[in-house]
């Protein structure tokens, strides 16, 4: 049933199929169709960094940058659903075509720029979700504040989103903001976790309850590099770590259509790469952060991967896109 949808939409641009999938979702959403449509899972409740997730599949961030689908997309089945990343101020991100469809890897490459109506409009429209499960608000800086100042940006993004969300992440390792990644190194590293966790701690005494933090990270990272930032998490104490983003590299995709567009690379490519991030993690961390592992979960055997890499929790984002709802209910049925 998916596979013909999905032809149909693959005739659209990239960017108008996930314009018009995701208002058509909502438009069924509305007239209440969408419950008759999909099956509820089955209840899996697992607690991770003190919060109650219904099933350990969530919904990875960049598919509802806005928060303008959240309750059509909770009514898939999700365990979790998370929005953004959102940019303080609004931006329209780079010049389209900005996203390129990769089939024959069930892949995309998206170099979207943090397209956002920014901060004010998201936690408008999350005070207005029927929603009651988990929420996520995944947080970046605007295009043109330096990288410098980056930790100003994180700071409105954690001071807006607070009260409107179970967790936020902060994203630090998208490929497209130029210089993004750089904080995810040494005193960078160091200098806006600190500055992120006395917000937090204030935010937390001002509101009477604690919103945890979770770091985005990069799947193009060496072990080194992972150690040496497992460690300024733990000394930070930070409350979760999501792993991967996109990737920059482009080996498993040589020579199909559009592999050599600029941007991050998701989807099947990325698996393996991304589950060797959350074992290296999981070493570091031992236990003491829990790890969401997203990065190519096409499977209910990629997701029992990340599961036994030592993931917590899963997100998808691309294999959602090429297989539908039906990849959400197999994933769950990985076990921990
Ligand atoms: C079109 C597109 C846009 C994305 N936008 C964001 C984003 O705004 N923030 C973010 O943290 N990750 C973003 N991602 C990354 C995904 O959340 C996910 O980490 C990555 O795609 C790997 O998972 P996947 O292979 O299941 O897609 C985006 C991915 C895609 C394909």
């Known amino acids: 049933m998916y596979s013909l949808l999905r032809s149909a939409l693959f005739r659209l641009s990239p960017e108008t199929a996930h314009h018009f999938s995701l208002k058509s979702l909502r438009s069924l959403d509305r007239l209440g169709l969408l419950k008759h449509l999909v099956k509820a899972p089955t209840p899996q409740p697992v607690t991770v960094m003190g919060l109650d997730f219904p099933n350990r599949v969530g919904l990875a ?4 940058k806005d928060g303008e689908y959240i309750d059509a997309l909770a009514a898939l089945g999700f365990g979790c659903i998370e929005i953004g990343t959102v940019t303080p101020r609004s931006q329209v991100g780079n010049p389209q075509p900005r996203l390129f469809r990769l089939p ?3 892949a995309i490459i998206n170099r979207m720029g943090f397209n956002s109506k920014g901060v004010d409009y998201l936690v408008h429209q999350v005070a207005q979700m029927k929603y009651q499960g988990i929420l996520g608000i995944n947080i970046g800086k605007n295009f043109d504040t330096p990288v410098e100042n980056a930790i100003d940006d994180y700071l409105i993004g954690i001071q807006r989103a607070y009260a409107y969300t179970n967790y936020i992440t902060v994203n630090i ?3 497209n903001t130029p210089g993004l990644r750089t904080l995810q190194y040494g ?3 160091q200098k806006l976790l600190a500055a992120l966790k006395a917000k937090q ?3 937390a005494d001002l509101f009477n309850y604690y919103v945890p933090i979770a770091i985005k990270i990069a799947p193009d990272l060496d072990s080194d590099e992972i150690a040496i930032m497992s460690e300024v998490f733990l000394d930070q104490k930070i409350d979760g770590v999501i792993a991967t983003n996109t990737t920059l590299s482009r080996e498993a995709v040589q020579g199909q259509q559009y592999a050599q567009e600029q941007g991050g690379l998701s989807g099947r490519p990325v698996t393996q790469q991304s589950t060797y991030v959350i074992q290296q993690l999981h070493q570091h961390l ?3 952060i829990p790890i969401i592992g997203v990065g190519g979960i096409s499977s209910t055997q990629d997701a029992q991967d990340k599961l036994d890499a030592g993931a917590s929790l899963l997100q998808i984002y691309t294999g959602f896109v090429y297989q539908g709802v039906d990849l959400i209910q197999q994933c769950q049925q990985a076990k921990k």
């Open 104 to 106: 024959q890897s069930e």
């Open 286 to 288: 031992a236990g003491q």
């Open 201 to 203: 701690a204030e935010l």
């Open 187 to 189: 005193d960078e590293l």
């Open 173 to 175: 390792s998208s490929p």
């Open 61 to 64: 961030a960049g598919l509802d």
